[in-house]
């Protein structure tokens, strides 16, 4: 039901509560851990969102300075692209019930995040080494800023995936919980793969 | 497609959870009932100290021959009340004390729907009340920026509180976003999916309506805020341009240049102005309850209510730049946002029309929250008049950095919401405690608040049109600027300011003493409709209602209805219980 729907009903007429009464109590079918991480990631967007806007209105400004672009950065895109993959694999295994190649795609992602979050430390030490501190131009600032901030961001998905890990090895596995949280797991990493693509193309563009 | 047919959901919803320990159930608690009054405690723990800042400086302006403080001090103390009263008290209070109490109630759930977080959620509150406190006591004090935190000066030498202060403020307010959230995920969800059945959106209270508008508000508003407090804190620390442009202290070149102070004032606003909103909706929202209850009718034009706080939520994004009108703007964007500054007046005053015409030949109960409740009326409508001059950039000039800015803003946003709280705190105190709060020491509080503020406040709007420069420690002695009535002036508001803080420990007193010795409620004792007065005990328990939760049968605002032996149905009363007049054979039809 759309909202203009919603905000046009007459809860006072006894035509509509009739419809009313039967009503369930629920905006949505969906169960309240896919709500939350929903209306979690639109926050997280527009977080990402305005530290972009903050970007572009920096960048208008004269001593802005164009980043170099590290090779690295494109092996790590690459990296992150594919623990997004795997997550993907791991929710396929997961629906065809199908535990250890579950489990296996599960580690294969966690994995790969980390190798992400070590490449992108080591894109910064590269940057210190050619003397590109973080305040040497807000442009570098940027960088690290923002960085850092997609890695906090994967940290705490990291921390939902130990959760599914464990989750994974118990006995329980196949039911309808794990399904869901090796799904919202997917769904946070295709997030965050979103986010950092975006970021990137920023970061190149400019 | 109706929104009645909802397949089923994927997973079982969670269990209600029960405390194991008296840590778990007294003080780690995750029923929200006690966290909505950890929060509430907290945050007037928070803004008592807020308040006691005021009665300092309203002392120093009006007798700065006593220098009861200093200069710095004087605005590391503006700089800490305003903060305080903004973001640790106001907002924390609708939110996290009475959206805690009021959305699991109201909607007809258990509890919140993720507990763990929402305790967590209180405890990073506290943490960040606790960071910012902390600043009082370091080396240089808190900051004295002002409660915008503008740069360049907030993090320059000569800045009170610049040494540490301002690096703690900045941490508070992120520990406070990453807190709130945490509980922002939980009111939303458990407004849109944990509501009982037969409640439709259009059934809930507007109480909620405000409380859900404000939250969404806070949710996409704060990460402004956070946004621009990381950015400062990395140009503090780290020594960045972001924000500070070249610069030269004390004959000294700093490392900073090239940054833009006006992007801050950009990204503030950005979250400043909604959060106006954030505080105003749930004020709107209970104040229009509270009005319906008192005045035994139900609410004018619900419909165009719940409109207009939708409606006030979304335009509140992009009006955020008329508070800097003053910043050298380009002329066209000041024209922009004086427009849309205009427009968001009308769906406000659409629901001030409606509070009046819902009191037109109602059964008008001047209980003490209905006193409340027409005093904000008229607050709210001073403060939203003053509000229409400063929207409009010729007049906004003259008048920015003179008292009628601080008087407005302190009528609309400060005196408004308050009286809506304490409003609030005396309707839902026999459900909190069990006991009515003492009738004779609440009169007392609301007129001396009522009649207080006004002569604190009608004052400044009179000095700000005289030219009185809002800020200064001191006015000096010329004439010319600071007229000698002006000065008398000043003494006569430090007078009624002081009268104001008293009656506010009135209010306190009231709060602990009823609690022992009030008197004890009967059900329900505003005969309201709404479902959290209808749980099986008062105060309600742990789970809030007994075995099976209430099924609603009509919208929040079922008062006087024609053929009813009583003048309210509660909502969850279906029409065949509902006992009828004689002469009638049902609700709205007589016999004929």
Redesign the interface.
């Known amino acids: ?1 759309s909202i203009f729907s ?7 007429t006894s035509d509509q ?1 009739k ?18 991480l929903y ?2 990631m ?2 997280i967007g ?2 990402f969102t ?2 972009s806007v ?1 970007y572009i ?2 960048m208008a ?4 300075r164009i980043l170099p672009e590290p090779p690295l950065l494109w092996i790590n895109t690459g990296i992150i692209l594919m623990s997004s993959f795997a997550f993907h694999k791991a929710n396929i295994s997961s629906r065809e019930k199908n535990n250890k190649k579950t489990r296996e795609y599960l580690f294969l992602a966690g994995a790969l995040t980390l190798g992400f979050i070590t490449g992108q430390l080591f894109v910064w030490r590269e940057l210190v080494s050619f003397g590109y501190f ?2 040497t131009n ?1 442009s570098y ?1 940027f960088f690290y ?1 923002l960085t850092a901030l997609h890695i906090l961001h994967l940290f705490g998905g990291l921390i939902a995936w130990l959760f599914v890990v464990f989750k994974s090895f118990e006995q329980e596995d196949e039911t ?2 794990f399904l ?1 949280s090796v799904n919202l797991c997917a769904i946070y990493w295709h997030f965050l793969l979103i986010v950092w693509l975006a970021l990137f193309a920023m970061l190149l563009l400019t | 497609m109706s929104e009645s047919i909802i397949p089923e959901s994927e997973l079982e919803e969670v269990e209600l959870y029960h405390p194991k320990s008296w840590w778990t159930e007294k003080v780690f608690s995750q029923d929200a009932k006690l966290i909505a009054i950890q929060y509430g405690l907290t945050a007037f723990a928070i803004g008592f100290v807020a308040l006691v800042l005021s009665w300092f400086m309203r002392i120093q302006i009006a007798f700065p021959e006593l220098a009861i403080i200093s200069e710095g001090t004087y605005y590391q103390f503006i700089t800490m009340h305003g903060m305080i009263m903004v973001v640790y008290l106001l907002t924390a209070l609708f939110l996290g004390a009475f959206g805690n109490y009021m959305i699991p109630l109201m909607v007809g759930a258990r509890d919140m729907v993720f507990p763990y977080l929402n305790m967590v959620s209180y405890w990073t509150y506290l943490i960040a009340v606790l960071v910012l406190f902390v600043s009082f006591f370091t080396p240089g004090g808190p900051t004295g920026a002002g409660w915008t935190l503008y740069p360049p000066q907030a993090i320059l030498g000569g800045t009170p509180g610049q040494e540490t202060g301002i690096v703690l403020m900045l941490v508070s307010l992120c520990i406070f976003i990453v807190g709130f959230t945490m509980g922002g995920l939980n009111y939303v969800i458990t407004i849109l999916q944990a509501r009982t059945r037969g409640m439709t959106l259009m059934r809930m209270p507007l109480t909620i309506w405000g409380i859900f508008t404000a939250t969404v508000l806070a949710l996409f508003a704060f990460p402004a805020l956070f946004v621009s407090a990381v950015m400062m804190l990395f140009d503090k620390l780290l020594m960045t341009s972001f924000f500070m442009p070249a610069l030269v202290e004390f004959g000294e070149n700093l490392t900073y240049g090239g940054g833009s102070p006006i992007l801050f004032q950009h990204l503030f606003w950005f979250f400043g102005h909604p959060e106006v909103y954030i505080v105003a909706l749930p004020a709107f929202g209970i104040v229009s309850d509270l009005i319906s209850i008192h005045a035994r009718k139900n609410i004018f034009g619900f419909r165009m209510m719940v409109w207009a706080i939708v409606g006030i939520g979304a335009l509140s994004f992009i009006v955020w730049a008329h508070h800097m009108y003053v910043s050298g703007m380009n002329p066209y964007f000041g024209f922009f946002f004086a427009t849309t500054t205009l427009i968001i007046a009308v769906p406000t005053a659409l629901k001030v029309y409606n509070w009046i015409l819902t009191l037109w030949k109602g059964n008008i109960h001047l209980t003490i929250p209905m006193l409340f409740c027409l005093g904000f009326i008229v607050t709210f409508l001073n403060g939203g008049l003053t509000g229409l001059f400063l929207g409009n950039v010729i007049v906004d000039v003259p008048l920015y950095d003179t008292y009628f800015v601080v008087a407005h803003f302190h009528m609309v946003m400060g005196i408004a919401p308050v009286l809506v709280i304490l409003g609030a705190i005396y309707h839902w105190y026999p459900l909190v405690t069990g006991k009515m709060m003492h009738d004779g020491m609440g009169r007392f509080h609301f007129w001396i608040t009522f009649i207080g503020s006004y002569l604190i406040y009608f004052p400044m709007h009179y000095l700000g049109f005289i030219g009185v420069p809002r800020r200064y420690y001191e006015m000096g002695q010329t004439e010319a600027l600071y007229t000698s009535s002006a000065a008398d002036l000043n003494v006569f508001i430090t007078v009624a300011a002081l009268a104001v803080g008293f009656a506010q420990l009135v209010f306190v007193f009231n709060v602990f003493w009823s609690a022992k010795n009030g008197k004890i409620a009967e059900k329900n004792p505003w005969k309201a409709t709404s479902l959290e007065w209808q749980t099986p005990e008062q105060p309600p328990i742990h789970g809030n209602f007994g075995k099976e939760l209430p099924v609603v049968y009509r919208w929040a605002y079922d008062y006087s209805v024609p053929g009813a032996q009583d003048d309210f149905i509660p909502q969850d009363v279906p029409n065949e219980k509902v006992k009828l007049e004689d002469g009638y054979t049902e609700l709205g039809v007589e016999k004929t």
């Open positions: 039901m919603t905000l046009s009903q007459k809860p006072w509560a419809i009313d009464d039967k009503h369930s109590g629920k905006s949505s079918s969906m169960p309240l851990p896919r709500v939350a209306v979690l639109a926050v527009v977080l305005l530290f903050a209105g920096r400004y004269g001593d802005w973080v305040s807000p600032a800023l309808s919980n869901l």
